[in-house]
């Protein structure tokens, strides 16, 4: 199997903590030498091991936002998201996508 290669250009945040040094991030990532894309995934402690995950191009961003952005609040399955959960959202909207 073919090595895969990564560069992550900007961690955006971290989703959840799974426990025992695995954490949910939000990451911009090149794979392989291609083009950025937000990617949703866990990563150990030093980034030396993931689990699976899925990328975005920024159209499938931007769709998701604005899916996500038509969710009715009383909707949620989770009732106990708060805003305060939110106050960790990064204010520098320069993302670095290719």
């Known amino acids: 199997m073919p090595d895969i290669t990564f560069d992550v250009r900007q961690n955006l ?3 959840s ?3 025992k040094g695995w954490k949910k991030e939000l ?9 950025a894309k937000l990617d949703i995934r866990e990563w150990n ?3 030396s091991k993931m689990k699976k995950g899925i990328t975005l191009s920024k159209d499938e961003a931007s769709v998701l936002y604005y899916l996500l952005s038509k969710i009715d609040n009383d909707s949620i399955i989770d009732k106990n998201l708060s805003s305060s959960s939110l106050s960790s959202f990064p204010e520098n909207n320069d ?3 290719d």
Do not use: C, E, K, T
């Open 13 to 15: 945040g971290v989703l």
């Open 17 to 19: 903590d799974a426990g």
């Open 27 to 35: 990451n911009v990532i090149s794979w392989n030498g291609r083009d």
């Open 45 to 47: 402690s030093d980034r």
């Open 95 to 97: 993302v670095p996508f």
